[in-house]
């Protein structure tokens, strides 16, 4: 997948520019038929025209220094210096990974003045391939919670509606690339964070395997873990090539050329074998429209010659939700437990974050081993579906878009949910197997807001995830041919 030059005549005007794919617009850029001011002209104007609606972008950068970089970048080009791919990019950071000069606030003000001094690895990777950092994308408080909102910067608002939730945590990041304030976005995704958002905008998510991209330097397999957003798969996969990678000093990378992302991605799938998983045989409850709707774009694989039929999973769904939610708990227990400690501080935590902090102290060690060990199993139970299936696919939620006053949830098809997370569960199986996850758009149900699908595949073959994300894409043209209201088109 190298990035070609433009055939056709320039874009000059900003609308065309920012509607440029990733790849397009590098391309212009290392031809000189587009100069990073205009780049970056064109990409702030968008953003002053939207943001102040959405709020998809906080912390941002002043736009004469923006500018100034941008100049920096085209006098780089003209004597020959060329940083990469993303030589004059605007990019804004996920508000969870430090990005140097500006605050990690992490959607909490216990961090609101946090400037951090360094660059976190993906982010450093992403600076490297020339991208000029403006800001940071909006996330929930810790992270926590499919609702991009915080007493920080207050809410991120849902790119097709200004009024529903953005999804989480990577929220901010979606609603910019569907409001093309951004060409390509770093997120994180725990619970779905790469993926939830991504659906509720009609972008693309990617969560890949753990240790594909860097995330913690420890001995611990994370159940969080970085990855790349864009508009279109092509773009998705290019940005993982540049966060994808081993580092020494982070000992549960996984060896390999991340240039393997790089490499074209079309090939043939006849005969591919797909497995529909759906609700879980009625386990899930779905909002009404979200099963039918994405049942419809099963059928852009069988135009593909893929075949999909049924699945299921020999686990108990109701026991992997009890290891979620231990591992969760114990997760943000970990992480948490000095600010918990302080009265001062614990009173300015979210309800929800003190939730899982209390969960987490009540577990023994016993009863993070046990949990372990049920997550194998449940990953045995994935092997086994594989021996059937190339891949298996399900909803990326259980509802549209809600109403970003609400912080979650309280109910789906008449079921009460007991936690701000439950609403959620349908993204817990890929997150728990340790398999690479993309999320795909399924298209617009619910006055007119977007739903995606989640394609899962075996344990590290992440490219090939994104070839079958590619070739949906080609035929389904949910992302090619549909674009938010906002942008006037």
């Not at 240039?259 to 797909?274: I, N």
């Not at 999973?313 to 943000?332: C, D, G, K």
């Not at 509802?399 to 970003?404: I, K, L, W």
């Not at 340790?434 to 899962?456: E, K, S, T, W, Y």
């Amino acid at each position: 997948m190298a990035v070609t030059a433009c055939s056709a005549p320039p874009p000059r005007s900003g609308d065309e520019i920012v509607a440029l794919s990733a790849q397009q617009l590098s391309a212009a850029i290392k031809s000189k038929q587009l100069s990073c001011v205009e780049v970056m002209s064109s990409y702030l104007a968008q953003i002053d025209r939207l943001n102040g609606t959405f709020n998809a972008i906080v912390a941002r950068a002043d736009s004469e220094q923006l500018l100034a970089q941008a100049v920096q970048a085209d006098q780089e080009l003209a004597t020959g210096r060329y940083r990469g791919w993303m030589h004059g990019f605007p990019h804004a950071v996920k508000d969870l990974a430090d990005a140097r000069g500006f605050v990690t606030s992490k959607g909490s003000p216990l961090y609101r003045d946090n400037l951090a001094s360094a660059d976190a690895l993906h982010i450093a990777r992403i600076r490297a391939a020339g991208a000029i950092f403006i800001g940071k994308t909006n996330t929930p408080e810790f992270g926590l919670g499919s609702q991009s909102y915080n007493s920080v910067f207050g809410a991120t608002l849902n790119a097709w509606d200004a009024f529903s939730t953005a999804g989480g945590s990577s929220g901010g990041a979606a609603a910019a690339l569907a409001l093309r304030m951004v060409p390509v976005a770093d997120g994180s995704d725990m619970m779905g964070s790469l993926r939830n958002p991504a659906g509720f905008n009609n972008v693309i998510g990617f969560r890949p395997s753990p240790g594909r991209v860097p995330f913690a330097p420890m001995f611990l397999e994370q159940l969080p873990t970085n990855g790349p957003m864009a508009r279109n798969v092509s773009d998705t996969a290019q940005l993982m090539a540049t966060m994808a990678g081993p580092a020494a000093q982070f000992p549960n990378t996984v060896p390999g050329d991340s240039a393997e992302f790089s490499a074209p991605l079309a090939r043939d799938w006849q005969g591919t074998r797909l497995g529909w998983l759906g609700d879980f045989d009625g386990y899930l409850p779905m909002e009404e429209g979200v099963l039918s709707l994405c049942e419809r774009a099963l059928g852009h694989f069988q135009t593909l010659g893929a075949e999909v039929e049924p699945a299921t999973l020999n686990y108990s769904m109701a026991e992997l939700w009890q290891t979620w939610l231990t591992f969760r708990h114990w997760i943000v227990r970990s992480t948490q437990a000095a600010n918990y400690a302080d009265p001062a501080r614990r009173a300015l935590m979210k309800p929800e974050a003190i939730w899982e902090v209390e969960g987490g102290l009540a577990l023994t060690a016993q009863d993070v081993f046990n949990a372990s060990l049920a997550r194998a199993k449940f990953y045995a139970a994935v092997v086994k579906a594989f021996e059937r299936y190339d891949f298996l696919l399900l909803p990326t939620a259980q509802v549209f878009p809600f109403d970003a006053a609400v912080h979650w949830p309280k109910e789906i098809a008449g079921r009460s949910m007991d936690s701000y997370h439950r609403w959620m569960e349908v993204v817990v199986p890929g997150t728990l197997s340790g398999c690479p996850v993309l999320n795909v758009p399924a298209g617009f149900g619910r006055d007119g807001l977007p739903m995606g699908l989640q394609i899962i595949g075996p344990r590290f073959a992440d490219f090939a995830t994104l070839q079958l994300g590619y070739a949906y894409e080609q035929v389904a043209r949910y992302t090619i041919d549909r674009h938010s209201p906002a942008l006037g088109l």
